[in-house]
């Protein structure tokens, strides 16, 4: 692989902001990636520090470009600042899914003045950051998922409600009322179909799951027929496969052939022919499995209570006792907001972009809103008319 040139007899004066900036940056980024390990244990831990020490790596690498010129510091970019304050103050998977977004576009992709290592560095940081952010986001996608939706749900659902209602020209008490009966209604749907949701899910999975009663009564088996092999054939081995497995497992528990006594082949023919690639048996479900999905109560619970506290803040104007066009545009700013940060957390879970995620929740919503609103100015000019 060719190396790029990285010395430069005579650096301009925008060289040196360009480089005093990836210093910047580097220290920043290096600063952020303890502080993240600061807060995690074990493998994941010993991972942050090594891509710090890459970090530090690059770092050396402006330095020594810069020599005495490093001795002006310069503001890390906005981002960078941004990131670093998250890894302070807010949960790893957040600042995470930020950083895997921040990795991916290398600033050094281009720059003549770093190496291609640098490059190939910040390359395989984007990966392993990937992975990290998707554990964080596989351990709270369970209830958390459920609590991020349905706040989104009431925030939307009911501020169409009570915008379509309240431009029909209907009393205060009517919308309010009507923005209650919304909330109620729909928090204990979403309730219910949570429950009815995650207790499916943990069905399947434990339907799926080998009984471990069976292992106390290998021993009785029928020798000459051993039926054993037929489970694992029924998991997705070939027919010799599971005839070697069987007979292993025999062994094991002490019921295996001796040096008189050999195992008989199955007195059927096989159902399968052997694959030129062996097929893996289908796992079963781990204790990680149950923890993503949650369990039903508790994805029950959250659902309603954030259904019923995003369904509230469309409310809250009438609440107060305010009507008519004042209200409905107070409803429409706060949970305009509400939906950028719903909006953003989305992004996160989902690995994308926040900032676009937020914007997107914000249009939806207030695309939904907009027509119940004019459909409701519809139907009280009808009223009316």
């Not at 790596?57 to 020599?67: A, F, I, T, V, Y």
């Not at 503001?75 to 921040?102: C, E, H, I, K, Y």
């Not at 729909?186 to 009815?196: I, N, Q, R, T």
Request: glycine share 10%; aromatic share 6%.
């Amino acid at each position: 692989m060719p190396h790029r040139i990285t010395t430069r007899p005579d650096p301009t004066r925008a060289d040196i902001r360009r480089w005093r900036r990836h210093l910047a940056n580097e220290r920043a980024e290096q600063a952020t990636y303890r502080a993240l390990a600061s807060k995690r244990r074990g493998e994941e831990r010993r991972i942050l520090l090594a891509i710090a020490a890459a970090e530090g790596r690059h770092e050396q690498h402006w330095l020594d470009k810069l020599g005495d010129h490093a001795e002006k510091r310069v503001r890390p970019d906005f981002q960078t600042r941004l990131l670093a304050l998250f890894a302070r103050s807010f949960g790893s998977v957040f600042t995470l899914a930020l950083m895997q977004n921040a990795e991916a576009r290398s600033p050094y992709a281009d720059d003549p003045d770093a190496t291609d290592q640098m490059d190939a560095d910040e390359a395989v940081h984007a990966e392993v950051v990937r992975s990290l952010a998707t554990r964080s986001r596989a351990r709270m996608s369970g209830t958390f998922r459920a609590a991020v939706f349905g706040a989104n749900d009431g925030l939307v659902s009911n501020l169409a409600l009570v915008l379509g209602v309240g431009a029909t020209g209907v009393p205060a008490g009517y919308v309010l009322a009507t923005g209650i009966s919304g909330l109620l209604a729909g928090a204990l749907s979403m309730a219910a179909g949570e429950y009815v949701s995650v207790s499916s899910q943990r069905e399947l999975l434990h339907a799926s799951t080998p009984n471990p009663d069976t292992d106390r009564k290998i021993p009785a088996l029928d020798m000459n027929e051993n039926e054993l092999a037929l489970v694992y054939r029924a998991r997705g081995m070939s027919a010799d496969e599971a005839q070697r497995k069987a007979t292993e497992t025999l062994i094991v528990h002490g019921h295996g052939p001796t040096a008189a006594t050999e195992l008989p082949e199955p007195a059927e023919p096989a159902l399968a022919e052997p694959t030129a690639e062996p097929v893996e048996p289908d796992p079963a479900p781990t204790a990680d499995e149950y923890e993503e999905i949650g369990t039903p109560m508790r994805a029950a619970l959250s659902s309603f209570l954030f259904f019923a506290g995003g369904a509230v803040i469309p409310v809250l104007p009438w609440i107060f006792g305010m009507h008519g066009t004042p209200a409905v545009i107070l409803a429409a700013a706060i949970v305009g907001l509400a939906l950028l940060v719903t909006g953003g957390v989305v992004g996160v879970l989902s690995g994308a972009a926040p900032w676009k995620r937020a914007l997107r929740q914000l249009l939806i919503g207030y695309g939904a809103a907009a027509v119940t609103y004019l459909l409701g100015l519809a139907f009280g000019g009808v009223v009316g008319g």
